[in-house]
């Protein structure tokens, strides 16, 4: 199973919403805080594929768990109708 990874700054799909990411040798600069570039607590950081998770969480490492339903879970139990609305729809049950 693959591991979950946080976002880096250096990812190709990673974009600052201010332009404030100066990109330098060995690390990215913020131009906002005066500090290294911080992908988790910045309001800024976004992802050009929208993957972006909370916390800074590549989207991209995280596997789907999917589950079946059975149709009677989904749809839920029958609606009775009456009146002006039973008249309109024209059956008794609507599901």
Do not use: H
């Not at 199973?1 to 060995?26: E, G, H, I, L």
């Not at 290294?36 to 916390?55: E, G, H, I, S």
């Not at 768990?65 to 039973?86: H, M, N």
């Amino acid at each position: 199973m693959a591991q979950v990874k946080r976002c880096s700054p250096t990812c190709k799909f990673f974009k600052c919403a201010k332009n404030a990411a100066v990109y330098r040798p060995d690390n990215v600069w913020c131009k906002l805080t005066e500090d290294m570039c911080d992908v988790a607590n910045c309001a800024y950081a976004m992802c050009v594929k929208r993957r972006l998770l909370p916390k800074g969480i590549c989207g991209e490492t995280v596997k789907r768990k999917t589950t079946e339903k059975r149709p009677e879970e989904v749809v839920g139990p029958a609606i009775k109708l009456r009146g002006k609305t039973l008249r309109r729809v024209g059956e008794k049950e609507i599901f």
